[in-house]
T-cell receptor, first 111, second 113 residues
Framework: DGGITQSPKYLFRKEGQNVTLSCEQN?????MYWYRQDPGQGLRLIYY???????QKGDIAEGYSVSREKKESFPLTVTSAQKNPTAFYLC??????????FGNGTRLTVT | GQQLNQSPQSMFIQEGEDVSMNCTSS?????WLWYKQDPGEGPVLLIA?????ELTSNGRLTAQFGITRKDSFLNISASIPSDVGIYFC?????????????FGAGTQVVVTP
């Protein structure tokens, strides 16, 4: 079955540590996205990539970094510079202007 | 980025009742999308709207793209327990910004038997 796999489902880290969230898709989609979700708020775009080896900042990129070395993979690193890293992170993909298809998210808790 | 104004914030309804929610913006959008999210899961697309005035149905769901292109509504008819969840609207301004969606804050729907 095609889809987007985010791992792990839950992640716990100590403050000051960098952490990388995985996102893999086997939908052959060109574009991939990372969104952040906080309680009672809509999703906010962190980074997106429309093609391999290229990515663009979204609305809240500060404190995050990404890479897109392969079409299937778009990992997100939450760095120690991110002031409020605890959130639910959602990865999505799309192709040819189709609506975004989301993964099931990773809940990151930083203490 | 600007977020859309989505209302109501939450709804408590009895099984069988109809549900209506809407999103408004001060900006024009070329695409409106409605997603549903279950707890701990990612949003799932319900309906996509691409043309001003468009009215689209998906089973018991009906959504419309406002004629001004600044609003959209979603109706759920004859609600059932599995309709419980958070419903999000999302808008996209132009084709150059595909995937860069602006999201509403969501409408929490609770259905009681």
């Amino acid at each position: 079955d095609g889809g987007i796999t985010q791992s792990p489902k839950y992640l716990f880290r100590k403050e000051g540590q960098n952490v990388t969230l995985s996102c893999e898709q086997n939908l052959n989609h060109d574009a991939m996205y990372w969104y952040r979700q906080d309680p009672g708020q809509g999703l906010r775009l962190i980074y997106y990539s429309q093609i391999v080896n290229d990515f663009q900042k979204g609305d809240i990129a500060e404190g995050y970094s990404v890479s897109r070395e392969k079409k299937e993979s778009f990992p997100l690193t939450v760095t120690s510079a991110q002031k409020n890293p605890t959130a639910f992170y959602l990865c999505a993909s799309s192709i040819n202007a189709s609506p975004l298809h989301f993964g099931n998210g990773t809940r990151l808790t930083v203490t | 980025g600007q977020q859309l104004n989505q209302s109501p914030q939450s709804m408590f309804i009895q099984e069988g009742e109809d549900v209506s929610m809407n999103c408004t913006s001060s900006s024009i959008f070329n695409t409106w999308l409605w997603y549903k999210q279950d707890p701990g899961e990612g949003p799932v697309l319900l309906i996509a709207l691409y043309k001003a005035g468009e009215l689209t149905s998906n089973g018991r769901l009906t959504a419309q793209f406002g004629i001004t292109r600044k609003d959209s509504f979603l109706n759920i008819s004859a609600s059932i327990p599995s309709d419980v969840g958070i419903y999000f609207c999302a808008g996209q301004r132009d084709t150059d910004s595909w995937g860069k969606l602006q999201f509403g804050a969501g409408t929490q729907v609770v259905v009681t038997p």
